[in-house]
Structure formats: structure tokens, C-alpha cells
């Protein structure tokens, strides 16, 4: 049997690319996945809630090495696009919570079954536990592992973050024999940072709201990014959304030799102010047990050098100026992050700018990329998923053209 197109991913990417394909015209497709079920990342994504996209991207919350070339992807198949594909024509009901759309069953399954319906009704084959290792072109069609034939090919295997989905960074080799592609070496994103800090492993499972900026050296010359939210202490450093946006900065820092800092904003200055002119027969460590956790409070006095035992009343102007810098603001350098294991997404991948506009590879009419696989990845918010679904979409309208 010779397919029209073979999809190599069961994943977000690949399945969307197989419905948006068989959705406009009818074809003999098939979807091959090392694993033994599809969309086992998407099942984990948003918690099991999946977010699956955000009504106001902005480009710039994502890192690529083709800014231009991403603008074209997500403008020709944005989040409008795929809420219309998703609730008109696949039948997935949507709750929206301001800009973060989700199914309205806040289960990722939801999404997953849909979809898989969806391409059940469209003739869609799949073909599980079958990791593809081989491609190769010969008398104007691709073969597969050496044995399956098809006239196009979409290489939807993801990055190589939670390798126990499948996703394990396989495409590289995949892609050997395939010349004029650049992949920008693969590295975790949306990860939990380490720290060279120590003291903040005690607080390891605490949780503290805060603002956070990424400078790309110790002594906080230069911006790199900020964030906003939750951040977890752990014992090996700090995690959280807020922590997970301004990762992949922080990594490219640290791969470049920098050192960089972190400034986390605990508080509002005032307040401080406040509660240490007020309640000054309190010990220092009682005056600000209102505005954070004891145990950071511990944590930032012994950083400022500052018994917590000790009454306000008994310090000195200089003293005080010490708690108030020390408590208002933390310090945290980077020195690297957790592995893929715990990395949400692969930053890095098959060049943009090294693929023709319709994502195909130059030089091998029929071969296309999209997902995670390629060198672009986002902030947490439905920006991954959206890459996935408008990626996606540009390829099923390459594959479309490529067999009229
Ligand atoms: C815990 C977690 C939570 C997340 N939450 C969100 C979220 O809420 N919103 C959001 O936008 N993004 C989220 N993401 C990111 C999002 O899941 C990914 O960006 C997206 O799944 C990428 O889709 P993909 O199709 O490119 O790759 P994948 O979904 O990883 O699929 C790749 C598929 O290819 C298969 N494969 C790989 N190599 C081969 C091979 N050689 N042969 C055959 N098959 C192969 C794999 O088995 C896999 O099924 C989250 C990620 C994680 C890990």
C-alpha cells in the first residue's frame, strides 16, 4: 500500500495535522507512533485540564531563531482559527477563562478523544508501537522503516522533553541524510531552575507570590525578562509557573557562561516600612510575620545578618535599611536547571529559517516538520499547543498542495 501521507507523531501536533488534512480533502493517511496510544503528552498538559490555547499571543512570549517566520505560522492558523476547527467542526465544547481557553470538562482526555473521533470518521489508520528509524526517498516516494511507502511525509515527533511520552529527540537522527537542515541543539524548557543559593532548600514545598526579573549577570546590570506568580521552593532550588516562563532565559544565559540572577519581590516595600515603625516592641521576626511566612522571614534575616529574636526597637537605621533590602527582595543565582525529565518543553530543533515557508525541508519535495520538533518553543498559557495546532495546519496545506 502506497499512503498519500504518513504522519510520524500520534502527538498534539501530529493529530491536528491528520484532521485539519482529512478535514479538506479525502486521503489515504496514516499516523505512526512509537508508543502503543496516542496523545500521551497531551493527557498531561494543563494538569490533565489542558490548556489548548490563549486569545491574545504575543509573539514575543515565545523564543525561535526565525521571529518572521513564526509571525506567518501563527497568523495564517491563529487561536481564533483552531477554537473555530475545534468547536465547529470537531465538536469540542470550550470554557474560556479570561485569555486561557481549556475543554469545558477540564479534562485533557476530552480534547484527546475528540480529536481522535474526529480523524475515526475521516478513515484516519493509525499504526502504534512503531518507532520509525529510517527514512529515505527512492523513485519519488518515501519509504519508512523499509517497508512503508508513502508520497508525503510530516515529521510530527515532538522535542525530547518527558521522554517517557515517546517525544526523545529521535528526529535528529531521523533527519541525518537530509541535507541543508540546521537543528539548534535541543535543551529543556519550562523547567525548574537550580540555585546556587542553599539556604532556600529548607523551604522546599512553601509557596510565595512574587514578581520575579532574570538579569543576565550577578550584579543585575542587565534585563533579561520577568515574570509574575506562584513561586515553589524546592530543595534544589525554585519551580513554579512564574519560574517556568523566564527558564529558557535563564538556561541560554547559563549555556553562554553568564551567571544569571534572579530578583524575586516578595513584598510590597511599604508594608514593611509600616510594620517596622508600628509594632516596634514586637521581635523583628514577630513585625513581619504578617506580610510573608516565617520560614522565609528566617531565611532573609539570617541573610541580612539579623537575629529574628531581636526587638525592633533595639535597631539601629542601618539595621533596619538591612531587613527592609533583605526582606523586600531575594536574591537567587542560576546555576542550571532540571533535566528533560521534568522540562515541559524543548527549546532548540530544526531550524525555522532552514525549512521552506510551508515548513517542507528544501530540496525534498513532500517532507514537512511541525510541533516541537522544530526550533520554537513558548511561555507557559497555550502558547506551546497553539505552536502545535498552527504548525500544523501550515503543513496539512503543504501536503494538500504537494499531492494536487
Ligand atoms: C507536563 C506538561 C504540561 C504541558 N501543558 C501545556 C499546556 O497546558 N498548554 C500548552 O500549550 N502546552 C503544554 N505543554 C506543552 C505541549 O504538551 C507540547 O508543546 C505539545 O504536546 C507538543 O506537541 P508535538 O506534537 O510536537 O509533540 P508530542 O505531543 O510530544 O508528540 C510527539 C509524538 O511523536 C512520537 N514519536 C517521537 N519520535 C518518534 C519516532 N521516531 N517514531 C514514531 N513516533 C515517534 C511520540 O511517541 C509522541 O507521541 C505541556 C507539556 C508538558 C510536558
Redesign the pocket.
Known sequence: MIYDCVI???????LYCAARLLSSKALNAAV????SR?G???L???GGR???TNRSIDISGYYTDDKDRLSHILSSHGSEESIRFFTDEIGLSLSFENDLVYPSTYRASTVLDSLLLYLKEHDCRFIFD????DVSYEDGLYILNSDIKAKTVVL????A??PE????G??TE?LRSFQGINITPLSPSLVPLRTAEKDIFALSGKRVKCSLELYSDKKMQEFVAKSKGEMLFTDYGISGICVLDISGYAIRAVRAGQKPAIKAVLCDEDKVHYNLSRFTDRTVADALSGILMSELVSVLLDRAGIDKNRTVSGLNDREKEKVIESVKEMKLTVTGSRSFDQA??TTGGVDLSSLNEDLSVPGNNGLFIC???LNCDGICG?????F?WSSADLVSKGVIRCLS
Open positions: 510520524i507523531g500520534a502527538g498534539a501536533s501530529g505512526i507512533d512509537s508508543g496516542p500521551r503528552k497531551l498531561m498538559t494543563g489542558c490548556n489548548l512503531t518507532p520509525v528509524s510530527a515527533t515532538g522535542g522533553s518527558y511520552t515517546g517525544s526523545n529521535s528526529f531521523l515541559q518543553v510541533g516541537e520538533s497555550g502558547y506551546n499547543l497553539q502545535a
